[in-house]
């Protein structure tokens, strides 16, 4: 009869601790991913500072390169505006999960 009684003052605490897990995982889940994305960012800006340097070394002249350089601008601020996008979507997706029940 004891092992029963202390068996059922035991049972919610393993409740919490399988809700503790599962909101760890949704937390380490949720960084993961972000993590992934500012990876991924990152490799796109060093591609993009590359075609960069290797347009530079192209123009003939200043006036050349100046003109190459804006023409890069607006891909650079489109890829801007994406990583931003989808980095807020990742950190509202967690933000959403964690306050969800487990």
Same mark, same amino acid.
């Given at each position: 009869m004891a092992m029963t009684e202390q068996s059922a003052q035991h049972a919610p605490a393993r409740g919490r601790g399988r809700r503790r897990d599962q909101y760890f995982d949704r937390v380490f889940g949720g960084l993961h991913l972000i993590a992934v994305h500012e990876a991924g960012a990152?490799?796109?800006?060093?591609?993009?500072?590359?075609?960069? &340097? /290797?347009? +530079?070394?192209?123009?003939r002249d200043f006036g050349e390169l100046l003109r190459n350089q804006?023409?890069?601008?607006?891909?650079?601020?489109?890829?801007?505006?994406?990583?931003?996008? &989808? /980095?807020? +979507?990742?950190?509202?997706?967690?933000?959403r999960d964690l306050n969800s029940r487990a």
């Open positions: 990152m490799r796109a800006h060093f591609a993009a500072i590359g075609e960069r &340097v /290797r347009v +530079a070394r192209q123009a804006f023409d890069l601008l607006p891909e650079s601020r489109n890829r801007w505006r994406r990583d931003q996008m &989808v /980095r807020r +979507a990742l950190w509202r997706g967690l933000i």
